[in-house]
């Protein structure tokens, strides 16, 4: 008698980038990078290098996550209306890199409780089309689900799904913009414009510390130009002795008012998940 | 009242095993789930049949379960009773075993699973043709989308680049769920309880199911086999019984098929193109020879992301169904169209909202359907359902039920 209240759903709430076509851009950006030397410094340097260092910001921070095999976390989200009053959703996430192409990933829904049970099953392609399924508890049943809502919001938060996806590099345009501080360290600000039509946003503007290449903040501007939402990373934690996630996110979206925090907890890596721990007879099992 | 009609042999053996986990460090308070459910039906138009004499119903169901497991995951238990408490009809409060089964599962390839177990298959939305293992639990709703457990023995066996296997041995038929004299949204008859069966084995038949399925390429693509009681009865008039309040007395009659199927899923852009088709040989309809039918359900599913600005998202779907067999029992519409809207607010209390109608192609009856849930603070979910018969033509079935529209509201609450 459960009617599914989570039906048109989800994209991609991973972090993992693509391995080997990260290394081939960053060969490719290393030579542009070589080739563009006689023309530095030039007073007024132009867009092509503006571009090509912002590719090479983005493609280098792309790298420093790369190879982490998989990993498995638990997600809190508070969700604060403009009034005030809050609202919780837990689940837990699992991720596993792939050779070749994009990653996979299982979310199983913890809060609210109508939602308990409900898994989510995603796996992501460079080359086409993400596949997704959704388990619905309540009548045992898979079943596959759109994957073009990339800009619809993720639970009802101020998260869209494009904005847990993984970044990949191929699906921005870069330009550096300038040099900042943020959050206390000396970050790049490089602004990336979304290639894919099915963005929510015109563009985005990211500050990127300039000594780990985290994702500090992240300005988003809606297709209209103007500016919508603004996220910050905060309460970095380094595992594995190289990767670094923010066990603190917070959204804000400047047009309505609301806001919704993530806190991560529970990180693990190189649990030993492999695609098995992916498939459809793993999302029907998840609990 | 009482209608768990099978014997829970295996129920019997899943409490022992529950006794046994002992040693799992389960979390007493997190090993119970479920939902409990008041319902209150509003019937605006008088009923057409005697004896029922009701506009307005109110029921409760509550829908526990308990799943307790040890090393890793790799033996457990899971228990679903379901009761439905029902003013009107005492034959729609019925308590039934959704699932009440111990798992095994031995690394990642393989799992057993014994007991009432629960398995959906299919990915139209108008009509589950493919859904082959656990019977309609029809009394509880007329869509058909509510399912009573079924005894089986199942092995599932999974790989990642062949995909999943899974190999039913069932023997504890379930019969479906009707309606009795005094309930409303029943057909013009009244269904005896005292169902027949065309096997010597009546509910002890046993059966055999397997399903594979795989994606790939953007397509989900499921290939079955059914053999053993066929879920849907023949509805044989009973001339010798006397009927009640004027209406003619059905008997069930379950036949034995052989079934075969397909169920597939293509992923093109923004349409998710669906198929269900089948093919089954049983008993014909003077229950004489063989006879070999085929049924299909084909449709999309085209979703829009983000509606006028916002972020609603709208979801149209269109199928139309088939079956070749002549009319049986209640299953109201042969030869249909469906279409329907979805539309999901994505706000934060996870509004939904589903508006469809259906057409008879030769009949004309049409039905139409409203539902709509929202969530109301953390636990308490709000559904409401609205149903009619647009349009019934004297002579078909549905002209009986034109008069059961129906607005219906549920409250959920969830632990």
């Given amino acids: ?287 | 009242m009482f209608r768990l009609t099978h014997t829970p042999t295996l129920a019997v053996a899943w409490l022992s095993m529950v006794l046994c986990f002992g040693a799992s460090p389960a979390d007493a308070q997190q090993a119970m789930t479920g939902e409990v459910g008041t319902e209150l039906t509003y019937f605006p138009r008088d009923a057409g049949q005697s004896p029922q004499d009701h506009h307005t119903r109110f029921a409760a169901h509550a829908a526990p379960e308990l799943y307790l497991d040890a090393w890793d995951g790799r033996l457990y238990t899971l228990v679903a009773p379901f009761v439905r408490v029902d003013e009107r009809d005492g034959r729609r409060s019925h308590t039934d075993l959704r699932e009440a089964l111990v798992g095994v599962r031995g690394d990642d390839y393989w799992e057993l699973r014994a007991g009432f177990v629960r398995s959906f298959w299919g990915v139209t939305e108008s009509k589950h043709l493919v859904n082959a293992i656990n019977q309609t639990d029809l009394v509880e709703n007329p869509d058909g989308e509510d399912f009573l457990g079924q005894p089986a023995v199942q092995l599932g066996l999974s790989h990642p680049d062949l995909g999943l296997l899974d190999v039913y041995g069932m023997a504890g038929f379930r019969e479906r769920t009707f309606p009795g004299a005094r309930g409303r949204l029943r057909f013009p008859a009244v269904i005896d309880d005292d169902a027949r069966y065309q096997s010597e084995h009546r509910r002890a038949q046993p059966e055999l199911a397997l399903r594979y399925s795989h994606s790939f390429l953007g397509i989900d693509l499921g290939l079955h086999y059914f053999y053993g009681n066929q879920r849907d009865p023949i509805l044989l008039l009973d001339t010798s019984a006397v009927p009640m309040g004027g209406a003619p007395v059905f008997v069930p009659y379950y036949r034995v098929i052989h079934q075969a199927g397909l169920d597939a899923q293509l992923q093109l852009g923004d349409f998710l193109l669906k198929l269900e088709a089948l093919a089954r040989a049983g008993k014909g309809f003077d229950l004489g020879e063989e006879a070999r039918t085929v049924a299909a359900t084909t449709g999309f599913e085209y979703t829009l992301v983000g509606v006028f600005d916002s972020a609603i998202d709208l979801g149209l779907l269109l199928e139309y169904s088939y079956d070749d067999r002549d009319f049986l029992a209640p299953g109201f519409l042969d030869d249909d169209v469906f279409g329907g809207m979805r539309l999901a607010f994505n706000d934060e209390a996870s509004t939904t909202v589903l508006a469809g109608a259906a057409t008879d192609v030769h009949e004309g009856s049409t039905f139409v359907n409203l539902e709509a849930s929202r969530r109301l603070g953390d636990s308490l979910t709000l559904e409401l359902e609205a149903r009619a018969f647009a349009y019934a033509p004297v002579g078909t079935p549905s002209h009986a039920l034109r008069r059961d529209a129906y607005v219906q509201t549920t409250l959920l609450t969830y632990f």
């Fill in chain 1, 1 to 287: 008698m459960n009617r599914q209240t989570l039906e048109t759903i989800p994209a991609n709430p991973s972090t993992a980038p693509r391995r080997r076509r990260a290394r081939r851009l960053r060969g490719l950006a290393v030579a542009a990078l070589a080739l563009s030397l006689p023309l530095w410094p030039r007073p007024g340097a132009a867009a092509p290098d503006a571009a090509t260092r912002g590719k090479e910001i983005a493609v280098e921070r792309d790298r420093r996550d790369d190879g982490y095999g998989d990993s498995a976390a638990s997600l809190k989200m508070v969700l604060h209306n403009r009034h005030g009053q809050t609202s919780e959703r837990a689940l837990r996430v699992k991720n596993l890199e792939v050779n070749d192409d994009g990653d996979k990933l299982l979310i199983v829904f913890d809060r609210p409780r109508d939602v308990q049970g409900t898994a989510f099953l995603s796996h992501t392609h460079v080359r086409s089309a993400d596949d997704q399924w959704l388990f619905l508890p309540a009548l045992r049943r898979i079943k596959r689900i759109a994957s073009n809502n990339k800009s619809g919001p993720f639970m009802g938060s101020e998260f869209a799904y494009e904005d847990l996806a993984s970044q990949e590099v191929d699906k921005y345009r870069y330009r550096y913009l300038r040099d900042d501080r943020q959050d206390g360290q000396d970050a790049y600000v490089i602004e990336a414009i979304p290639t894919d039509p099915g963005s929510g946003y015109r563009r985005q503007l990211q500050w990127i510390d300039k000594r780990h290449y985290r994702l500090l903040r992240v300005d988003f501007y809606d297709r209209g130009n103007r500016k919508l939402k603004t996220l910050q990373n905060s309460r970095f934690e380094k595992y594995l002795g190289r990767y670094w996630r923010p066990l603190s996110m917070r959204m804000v979206n400047h047009q309505t008012g609301k806001r919704t925090e993530l806190f991560w907890a529970d990180y693990r890596f190189r649990k030993g998940l492999s695609e098995s721990d992916f498939t459809q007879g793993a999302l029907r099992r998840a609990r």
